[in-house]
């Protein structure tokens, strides 16, 4: 891997502040075990002050393990997948479909995560989807749509049913298939997915033991309303993110290369 310690002489600082934070987002999402081989992808739209306005984002190389993951290895390109600097490394065209048509379209959509976690599959392969019956998914009331299951995402005429299931909600069930969360800024985007994912966590567990007692809608309007991680002024996940990312630094701090 390139050692970088700091952005080169042509690199906007913004660009550079961003490689950071996602490949310590990586690092995060390999410290709690949401890894898939070489698979699934976290992805940053860049600001304009780096692009003057063109849609341009990063991704990991593909080919790598999470763990692998530098800010001087994430690949940069465009919305047709193209590669905007010289790369050694590729992009797995399955990320770059599903996300690209994301940052594209949804213009809060800064940062785009996707998993294949066993409690978010299994729920996305339930009739139900998720259910109203847990701390947590009480905390996503009316943030969650659903996609059919239409394959290996690499087809783009895939992308408007995609973006039409998806409207306004942040977190996507992708049925038979996994999880995905979108946000206007990583930490929120990280928060929000950790609380679907817990959600879909305990939905596996309780289905063992019986009947669930179903929470009122009401209560999950309020729950939702009152979940204070989404909550700008309780750092909307910024802290919950730092305090992971120090856990990361003390295990290893190679993701800043």
Known sequence: MNAMAQPTA?????????RVQLAACYRVFDM????EMIYNHITVRLPDS????????????????????????????DVQGNKI??????????????????????PEAHCVMHTHTTAGVAVACTA??????????????????????EGITVHADEAPRLLAAIGDK???????????????????CF???????RACEIQLAQATLGPAIPVPEDVVRKTTR?????????????????ALVRRVERIDPSYKQ
Do not use: C
């Open 191 to 197: 928060v929000r997915l950790w609380t679907l994912n």
């Open 226 to 242: 009152d979940a204070l991680q989404w909550d700008t002024r309780f750092g909307a996940g910024q802290d919950v993110f730092d």
């Open 128 to 149: 139900g989807g998720l259910a109203q019956n847990n701390f947590y998914s009480a905390q996503v009331g009316g943030m969650v749509a659903y996609h059919d299951f």
């Open 10 to 18: 042509t690199m906007h600082p913004d660009e550079w502040q961003a």
């Open 85 to 106: 600097e010289d790369s050694p490394w590729g992009v797995n065209p399955a990320g770059f479909t599903v996300h690209s048509a994301i940052h594209e379209h949804l």
């Open 170 to 188: 942040p977190l996507v069930i992708l049925r038979n298939h996994g999880l995905l969360a979108w946000a206007p800024s990583l930490p929120l």
């Open 32 to 35: 709690l075990g949401w890894t």
């Open 50 to 77: 780096v692009t003057g306005g063109r849609k341009h984002f990063l991704i990991n190389p593909f080919g790598l393990h999470y763990s692998e993951v530098t800010a001087s290895n994430l690949v940069k390109i």
